[in-house]
């Protein structure tokens, strides 16, 4: 499968840079139903998700407990983010499931091969990053993805931020390479995009 970039005019302000909207379109095509973010803020992600794939169910996964940290540097109170999120997605139904935890306590709400694609964007701490995928692949289903964001920085904006991210990026992708090239699996970087996916063998 190949992938362009997104033309201009389908991004909504602010999400251009980004480009993980691309999985929408692995999603649709591999007719993907069972679909977790880990890590939601503010919902953004999700709402395009679920706007922009047939037929599927999200379950957010996010404890929305300690301040998030703005880009300028400021504290956002979790519940404050939590309650905007809700408000985001509210329009999907039953469509989308919001479960107030941590990622490992979420992970052990799902049974093994369940699920066909997961989306990792909590703790970028090294050890977060590896307890994460450690806790999530077996919940993929053969043929499934796992995924997750700040694989890379596609960005030369500075901001108060930037120190961390920059660190975030590089827990990101030592943790990313240090299990998945162990045992042989492909790290792709789909498109012009900060994220990276693994494909869990169908055999």
Known sequence: MEYTKIPRESYTPGEGVNVRWLFTDVINERGYKDLVEIGVFQGKFSRYLLLHTNDTHLSCVDPWAEGYMHKSGNQIPGENVYQFACRRLKGFGDRVDMLR???LEGAKTFEDSSLDFVFIDGDHSYQ?????????????RPGGVLAGHDYGILT????????IVKQEVANVH?????????????VERPGFTRSWWVTKNPC
């Open 101 to 103: 935890m941590p990622s």
């Open 174 to 186: 030592k943790a990313v390479h240090t299990l998945f090239d162990e045992v042989g699996e492909v």
């Open 128 to 140: 977060a990053v590896i307890d994460d995928i450690l806790a999530w692949w077996p919940k993929v």
């Open 156 to 163: 030369r904006r500075k901001h108060a931020a930037m120190k």
